[in-house]
Each structure stands twice: as structure tokens, then as C-alpha cells.
């Protein structure tokens, strides 16, 4: 059902690190009967004014080129249909087995989100470092939609950024516009069922060493170059509080035990997760 296609971006004018050269020489050789389809700058202006030219202005008129690649990855598997991988998602194993669901995303983390945790009794986040779907697939329009929806009505984003301190929001705003927290309300509030979407659940959610990982396939490795940008004293006080929000969450976490299912999330949320096959 998912294409044998793999999709990456690598945007401005850097040269691309040789820790992720190293990456995407590994998806590729891992994947000799895959399509490979790598995106600079150019390519994503040549999709965006020949395949979605709706979304053009909208992807120009993100601040952040982080926000950019993330809007533009949903629209490039959504059109294509295959596997995105960041650069920096290292793989032990090719995605073969992976090709007969119809979209797959990977279990991100435990959420120290007060939106996720009181709206829907959901503990837990999808991550977009790595997915796959087949094209058209409806998951990847209900993001797309959302995308759009955060960037027009604040008051649809606002309740996302709840008991974040304001000058600390500047990242939670990216992963709520377009990032994983973005993905994850979309699939909390998805009211149709989905059949074929599988997310991969690690045998114990709670340990800290099993996130951030597609599955038993790979491993990301969190470069997150983007944030850069944030000044130094800044950067050290938002650590220093999500450590402690992190610490808090996952204590009343591992009171729900390892495992994370369909029906725990029902039992303890609103009752408005999408019906879907999650297995690790």
C-alpha cells in the first residue's frame, strides 16, 4: 500500500554535514529497489508551483525554514506516497516490512502537554521525523488541513501552549503549528476510523531510551539544527524547565504502566482517538 519511495529534504545553501551524509548514503543502500527522491530548494519550488500551487503561498509565508519543511513533507508524501526520513534518522533495517500499511507513524514520546493530558487522556506524542503513507492518504490531508487552520486562527493554537511560560514558547509554537504536537492533535481528534494506520509503539514507553525511534527500524538522532538560532541563556532556561515538566509527567506516566493502546486512550480521553491498529 505505501509506495517503495523514500523522500528528504535538505534546503538552504549549507553544505550538508558529513554525519548526515552518512545517514542518507546508509537509507540508500538499505534501499536499492526504492525510489529515491532527495528535495533542495529548487525541487520544492518546482512541486509547489507545478503539483500544489494552493499551498505556495502559504509554505513562503512560514517564518522558520523548519516550519517550511515540515508543511512541505506532508505535501510531497501525500502527493507521492512513500517514506519520509529526516537526514539525521539513522536505519538498522530496510522499511520493506513496512509496505503493507497504508500510513505509519512512529510513537514520538510521553507528552508533558497539559492539552493532550486534559482534553484527551493522552500521554504520549507521534513524532514526523519519519512516516510513510500511501498517496492521498486521508491522515496526511487531515495534517495538511490543520497546518493551515494553526497558521489562520490563533484561538485554535492558544489552548496547545497552555502552562508554557510566553518567553519559552518559540519552539512549542513550531512543534504545535507544524511539528509532532500538530500531527498528534490531529490524530486525537480524527473522527472518521482508520484502518490502515499503524503507529510504532516501543515495548515500554516509559523508558526515556526507547524514544525518538522509528520502531525497531532506526533511530533519530536529534540534531535539531533549527534551534540554533535560540540565544544561549534562553535555550538553558527552557531546558531546565522542561526537564522538570518532563520529570513530573513521567512519574504520573509510569502509573499507567508501559504499554499505550487503543483502548486505554478511549477509556481515559474524551473518546475521540481515531480507531486504528497500533502494534510496536
Known sequence: ??????????????????????????????????????????????FLQ?????????????QLPIQKFDFFRYLAVHHYGGFY????????????????????????????MKFFWERYGMD?????????ARPGHPFLAAVIDNCLRAKKDSTWLEPMLK??????????????????GLVSRTFAEMREPIDDMRILFPDDVCDTRKWHRFGGFGVHQMASSWRECEALP???LR??????????????????GAKRSLETTLALGSGSTPSIRQHG
Open 239 to 256: 531546558r531546565a524547565w522542561d526537564a522538570w515538566v518532563r520529570h513530573r509527567s513521567l512519574c504520573a506516566s509510569r502509573l499507567r
Open 85 to 112: 526520513l529526516d537526514t539525521d534518522v539513522f536505519l538498522a533495517r530496510d522499511l520493506t516490512a513496512l509496505l503493507d500499511n497504508g500510513c505509519v507513524f512512529p510513537f514520538e514520546e510521553l507528552s508533558t
Open 124 to 132: 504520549w506524542q507521534i513524532g514526523n521525523y519519519a512516516f510513510g
Open 1 to 46: 500500500m505505501i509506495p517503495k519511495r523514500i523522500i528528504q529534504i535538505w534546503g538552504g545553501t549549507a553544505e550538508i554535514p558529513l554525519l548526515m551524509q552518512s545517514a542518507m548514503v546508509n537509507v540508500r543502500l538499505l534501499h536499492p529497489t526504492f525510489e529515491y527522491m532527495l528535495f533542495d530548494d529548487a525541487k520544492i519550488e518546482a
Open 50 to 62: 507545478e503539483l500544489c500551487p494552493q499551498y505556495y503561498a502559504t509554505y513562503h509565508s512560514y
Open 234 to 236: 534562553l535555550r538553558r
Open 163 to 180: 502552562g508554557v511560560p510566553r518567553p519559552l514558547r518559540s519552539p512549542f509554537v513550531v512543534f504545535n503549528t507544524t511539528g509532532p
